[in-house]
């Protein structure tokens, strides 16, 4: 019997900060559990947190990813001049300016759409994204015998980010190093926001 496969479609915006903290913010315009952002935090000392909007949320991608510790409040991004704000609870708020898009980026849009998001496709060039982007993968095994693919179709710079955590001033922007180790790859050490989609297969039953 086949196992389920999911889709979800937005935007990941990957960074870190000089505090030490380094964030990876998904926004899903479409998805099995409607239209949401959760954020994954990992703290300077190694700490992983998953902040999610719902129980249903935090249940799907703590079963994907690992996490030290989950955290269920409302989390919102909006568009602000120059690039997007987001607010979870009383806990995180950050502002994100992005610029343009770079040169990967722009090749990324040369890929026809029909084949940057196939999971065939996404298995082909995984040993190549490995190569270009270290600690990046297009495809790899998930929580629970899943198996992820990520199709990015664009990426812009992220120039700079402002914001507090836990009330303490995260800094001004640095590269997502050390790598982030919520599943089998890390977003970019440059910081970036990535046009994704994501597919999650689920392993098939006998």
């Keep these: 019997m086949a196992g389920d496969e999911y889709r979800f ?5 990957g960074f870190g900060t000089t505090s030490g903290v380094r964030l990876v913010v998904g926004m899903w315009q479409r998805s099995p559990l409607g239209s949401f952002t959760d954020v994954f935090l990992e703290e300077a000392g190694g700490h992983r947190i998953l902040v999610a909007p719902s129980q249903d949320v935090a249940d799907f991608v703590s079963s994907t990813y690992t996490f030290d510790e989950t955290r269920i ?11 997007l704000h987001v607010v979870a609870g009383a806990e995180l708020d950050v502002t994100i300016t992005i610029g343009p898009l770079t040169p990967l980026g722009r090749l990324l849009r ?23 982007v270290p600690g990046v993968h297009t495809a790899g095994s998930a929580g629970n015998g899943r198996t992820e693919f990520y199709g990015v179709t664009a990426l812009r710079a992220i120039t700079a980010v402002s914001g507090c955590w836990n ?10 190093d050390p790598p982030v180790s919520f599943g089998f790859g890390s977003a970019p050490p440059e910081p970036q926001l990535a046009d ?5 297969r689920e392993r098939p039953q006998p």
């Design 73 to 83: 409040m409302p989390v919102h991004t909006t568009r602000v001049t120059g690039g």
């Design 110 to 132: 040369a890929v026809p759409g029909f084949l940057a998001t196939r999971p065939a496709w996404l298995r082909l060039i995984d040993p190549l994204a490995a190569v270009l």
């Design 9 to 13: 479609e937005g935007r990941i915006a």
């Design 167 to 176: 009330a303490a001033d995260l800094g001004s922007l640095a590269r997502l």
């Design 196 to 200: 994704v989609v994501t597919t999650i």
